[in-house]
């Protein structure tokens, strides 16, 4: 099972949402695990490499909201 999901994050300074995929272990047609989609609606190749990779490594499944928990707040 893929989910998308969304996620707030500091970056010097300024304030971005970012999108990822969180793939299940169980998912047999996709490789497990989680996938930086954008950042605030652009893609890897509009942003610097330097926040691309620290969102990557901030991406957190467990504090990160679903498409409808995302309109919901």
Known sequence: ???TLYQMIYFAGAEHQIKFTDTS???PDEMPG???ID???LDQH???PELWQYATQQMDPDTA???EELYRW
């Open 25 to 27: 272990i169980n998912d």
């Open 1 to 3: 099972m893929i989910r």
């Open 46 to 48: 509009q942003l610097s």
């Open 34 to 36: 989680l996938q930086l």
């Open 65 to 67: 909201m679903t498409e």
């Open 39 to 41: 950042i605030d609606g």
